[in-house]
Nanobody, 129 residues
Framework: QVQLVESGGRLVQAGESLRLSCSAS????????MGWFRQAPGKERELVAR????????YYSDSVKGRFTISKDNDVNTIYLQMNGLKPEDTAVYYC??????????????????????WGQGTQVTVSS
């Protein structure tokens, strides 16, 4: 069974940067789309960024566009989230997740956590003011 593991979350001050990583336990796992989600206390889980393994098409939520960058390394089945200019409102548990291909692929579809099959355990990012 494929397992995803996130790492890199920690306490930082506003304006600082962090780089999160998410690796699949199985090197042969050929994922289609990987996303970074975050969930703050009392809030719904929301998609932050997404990337496809083939082609590298990316998506960003409006709240992080211009500050966060998602990238990948296909050889080691790893995705990254470079987070610059962190704000207190970025504080959340960050999860990576993998989704299979769907016949009709839209940004709205992949913003729904229910279409993702594999999930990591989450890594805490805390941004102090």
């Amino acid at each position: 069974q494929v397992q995803l593991v996130e790492s890199g979350g920690r306490l930082v001050q506003a304006g600082e940067s962090l780089r999160l990583s998410c690796s699949a336990s199985e090197r042969s796992f050929r994922w289609h789309s990987m996303g970074w989600f975050r969930q703050a206390p009392g809030k719904e889980r929301e998609l932050v960024a997404r990337i496809t393994r083939i082609g590298g098409a990316v998506y960003y939520s409006d709240s992080v566009k211009g500050r966060f960058t998602i990238s990948k390394d296909n050889d080691v089945n790893t995705i990254y989230l470079q987070m610059n200019g962190l704000k207190p409102e970025d504080t959340a548990v960050y999860y990576c997740a993998s989704a299979p291909p769907y016949r009709s692929e839209t940004d709205a579809l992949y913003s729904n956590p229910n279409v993702y099959v594999y999930w990591g355990q989450g890594t805490q990012v805390t941004v102090s003011s």
